[in-house]
């Protein structure tokens, strides 16, 4: 045979034209991860500026707060019950870029700590929100916007009706209804039962949240998790920092009523929810009468913030724009407000 007539192989380094396998396109696998790589804490100070505890003057209560964002109005969000002010962690990080947002851990929730944990009446609930304020901003406030999930949509809606913030410029409330949360009364102690009450790790608790569906978004869960949970010497393992079921007692006072108080709210209001069969027949009145914006959030479970913080960002700036609320309350084109001191 010709040795002429073989085709030579090209050496190493030559420049000659290859034609890939049609494997060789194909992605790199990322790295399998581990449960515990997976579900692990995320620290508050990636999405939050600072953390502080507000001592409330003459009593033993210190109120946790996370804080991030230096100028515009203060929305100031109150969490769902078993939640914690971490809830709102994933949006502050892109709130803050255009507001100041303030998120308290309530009584018996968190990182606060009161001489009474497990009185969660609605009357007592509204004086600590009042009482953070008052401690953190003294008597002139900023324009603040209350938002509140679930139970704190209830506390945010009662202080806004007390009409005893004159600084309150907008109220948001996520996804609790008068008439669905009273229908839903007879059977919270057994939702509270049948959860899962002891984690051997954070990790643990993160995913059952995962896997449960009590969240869908994997890095909220991660960061606000474990701020719900505590450890129990005891059993050496981490239990739930809520004692709620203890706290039945207060549950109707939390909602009775709720629809005619936000209606009567004289500030911009607005109720995302996360269904469509949600309003009872007050707020369906309202909302024909124009007295209320509603956003009806798709593809979200309970707890919108966290399982679509950029969608929920994205509402509640739109909502502080279109209302034209700034740092000292609604402002109107033309009108200039005095210069106020910061506090």
């Not at 579900?39 to 999405?47: C, Q, R, T, V």
């Not at 704190?152 to 948001?172: E, I, R």
């Not at 643990?204 to 960061?223: F, T």
Request: glycine share 8%; net charge negative.
């Amino acid at each position: 045979m010709d040795s002429s007539n073989l085709t030579s192989l090209p050496e190493e380094g030559s420049e000659e034209t290859h034609h890939p396998s049609a494997f060789s396109s194909a992605p790199t696998r990322p790295p399998i991860q581990t449960s515990s790589q997976k579900y692990a804490p995320l620290d508050w100070s990636h999405y939050f500026d600072q953390e502080d505890d507000i001592q409330i003057p003459d009593s033993d209560d210190v109120f946790h707060v996370y804080m991030a964002g230096t100028e515009g109005p203060v929305i100031f969000c109150l969490h769902g019950g078993g939640y914690s002010g971490l809830s709102f962690a994933l949006a502050a990080s892109k709130i803050k870029e255009k507001a100041r947002i303030v998120a308290m851990d309530l009584r018996g929730h968190g990182k606060t700590s009161t001489q009474n944990d497990v009185d969660l009446s609605i009357e007592r609930l509204c004086s600590d929100v009042f009482s953070v304020l008052k401690t953190m901003y003294g008597d002139a406030p900023p324009a603040i916007v209350l938002v509140g999930h679930s139970m704190g949509g209830a506390v945010a809606v009662h202080v806004a009706a007390k009409k005893s913030l004159p600084s309150l410029a907008g109220l948001v409330v996520v996804d609790v209804v008068e008439g669905t949360a009273m229908a839903s009364l007879i059977h919270i102690q057994k939702i509270l039962s049948n959860r899962m009450q002891h984690f051997l790790t954070p990790e643990k608790a993160i995913e059952w949240s995962i896997k449960s569906g009590s969240l869908r978004n994997i890095d909220s869960a991660c960061v606000s998790i474990p701020s719900t949970l505590k450890y129990d010497d005891s059993k050496k393992c981490y239990t739930h920092r809520a004692r709620l079921e203890e706290t039945e007692q207060f549950w109707r006072g939390w909602y009775e009523g709720l629809s005619e108080k936000f209606l009567s709210s004289p500030v911009p209001k607005i109720l995302l929810l996360a269904g469509t069969d949600r309003l009872d027949r007050t707020l369906t009145i309202g909302q024909m009468q124009g007295k209320f914006q509603m956003v009806v959030v798709r593809h979200t479970g309970h707890a919108i913030q966290e399982d679509v913080p950029d969608e929920f960002v994205t509402l509640i700036l739109n909502f502080i724009s279109h209302n034209r609320i700034g740092p000292n309350g609604i402002e109107i084109p033309g009108l200039r407000r005095p210069p106020q001191s910061k506090p």
